[in-house]
């Protein structure tokens, strides 16, 4: 397994450009089950999350041509419906292929995704939406089975609940579904957007998305597109952070700031220095820090894939901070690594209470999930001395080789295979 040398302190130096973002390819790929032509994707990440739903949609018979960051992607052969364990073990995204095989093919069979380090996981919301439309279900050997008698037929979901992925679930299933969906309570994540805009392209009639309201007219087909995807503003943020906890002027560039207000709103309480435009923001050195108390929340509040991340900078900042961690039950596992590193941080239920004004400290540290994995980098580039992180394949899911795209930009990173 690898692992990553994180020399702190690091430097930090002119300017680095975000690509695409792995949440919304993921179901965009997924979505390409849906039409019996190509689907030309462009501006993917090359991260681990991308190469795994390659490999799932090779195992449904998809062809698929890679060329950079451009693939296409043809479901004209699709014979197989069955995602086995092996392959959804490791990306529980593969859940999203669930609406497109039963509303193109009106049968599915998937491994239960499982939990992971950060919550049960659990795919309830799809399932009740899936079956609102007219899907059935049934268990067996740890898969989930899933028929359609004739179509899916239009129908009103009403989610308890807001999910990213059972809205995009239930979009891609009432695309081609008979009559008329409406999806109240939906996830109004840009993700979510980028993929309506994609099946739009498609041949989709989908109106309503980025609001929590989504109404999609079913259609008999879809057809080829060429999609460019959304940056991704997870790991702009992440860059965006790791130069306010350096204190350095630094540029992130290409994607859309508006997909940040919630981080920028909080950086700017915390005393931050930005400049932002439509399309990028410069940093300036911005100490010393204020804490703050913040809560995570489903899109347009703050996301919890940054959690972690703003979670080190907390700890450098002068004052006490709190983050109300409300998505996911355990997201947490950052905490005790972050300590080892010399942050001072407590957890009671579902809010960690984070000290400030630490200087962290190089040490072994063990990742446990995709952002808890890129904060502990962030915490080793700004720490005295050396930091090893473990089982760096968990970063390698939604980051791209790190050592590469931020060591250009002056951080001494070192990868040990
Ligand atoms: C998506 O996961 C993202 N993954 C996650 O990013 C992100 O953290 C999450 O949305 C929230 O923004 C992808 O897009 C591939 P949810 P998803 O359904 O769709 C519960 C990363 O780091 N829930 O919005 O799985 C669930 O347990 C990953 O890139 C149910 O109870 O998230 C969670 O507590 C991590 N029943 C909450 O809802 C369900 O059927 C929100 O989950 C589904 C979800």
Do not use: W
């Not at 095989?101 to 919550?119: H, N, Q, W, Y």
């Not at 007219?217 to 997870?234: A, F, P, Q, T």
């Not at 690594?337 to 579902?350: M, P, T």
């Not at 004004?357 to 580039?381: E, T, Y």
């Amino acid at each position: 397994m690898d692992k990553l040398i994180v020399n702190g302190t690091a430097n930090l130096k002119g300017s680095i450009n975000i690509y695409g973002a792995k949440n919304a390819a993921l179901p965009i790929m997924a979505c390409s089950l849906l039409s019996d032509q190509n689907l030309k994707l462009n501006n993917l990440p090359n991260v681990e999350d991308i190469n795994s739903m390659k490999k799932l949609l090779y195992n449904f018979g998809s062809n698929i041509i890679t060329k950079k960051r451009s693939i296409i992607i043809k479901n004209n052969r699709v014979k197989n419906k069955l995602a086995d364990y092996d392959l959804v073990r490791k990306m529980r995204a593969s859940i999203l292929v669930l609406g497109p095989l039963l509303s193109r093919f009106k049968e599915a069979k998937i491994s239960m995704p499982g939990g992971c380090s950060i919550g049960t996981r659990p795919i309830d919301l799809h399932l009740f939406a899936l079956s609102k439309l007219g899907a059935k279900f049934k268990y067996k050997d740890g898969y989930v089975i899933g028929k359609v008698n004739g179509t899916l037929n239009g129908a009103s979901i009403v989610f308890p609940r807001k999910s990213v992925g059972a809205t995009e679930n239930s979009i891609m299933a009432a695309v081609l579904a008979k009559g008329n969906t409406e999806i109240i309570n939906a996830a109004k994540e840009p993700e979510v957007f980028d993929l309506c805009n994609c099946l739009n392209s498609m041949g989709a009639t989908i109106t309503g998305h980025g609001t929590s309201k989504i109404k999609i007219k079913g259609v008999e087909k879809l057809y080829s597109s060429n999609h460019n995807i959304i940056s991704d503003r997870i790991v702009a943020g992440t860059f965006i952070i790791a130069a306010i906890l350096l204190n350095k002027t630094f540029i992130i560039r290409n994607f859309n700031t508006q997909n940040l207000d919630s981080l920028f709103n909080v950086l700017e309480k915390m005393g931050a220095q930005m400049k932002i435009k439509s399309n990028s923001v410069k940093i300036f050195p911005s100490r010393p820090l204020k804490g703050i108390t913040l809560t995570t929340k489903p899109y347009p509040g703050f996301p919890t894939d940054l959690q972690a991340q703003i979670m080190t900078l907390m700890s450098v900042a002068n004052g006490k901070s709190q983050i109300k961690e409300n998505i996911f039950e355990n997201r947490f596992m950052h905490v005790p690594e972050l300590n080892r590193l010399g942050a001072d941080i407590k957890i009671k239920n579902d809010v960690a209470y984070i000290n400030g004004n630490r200087q962290f400290k190089g040490a072994q540290v063990m990742a446990s999930d995709l952002r808890a994995s890129v904060s502990l980098v962030l915490a080793g580039l700004s720490a005295y001395g050396k930091t090893t992180i473990n089982r760096v394949y968990h970063l390698d899911r939604g980051y791209e080789k790190i050592e590469k795209t931020l060591g250009k930009c002056g951080p001494k990173i070192k990868r040990l295979t």
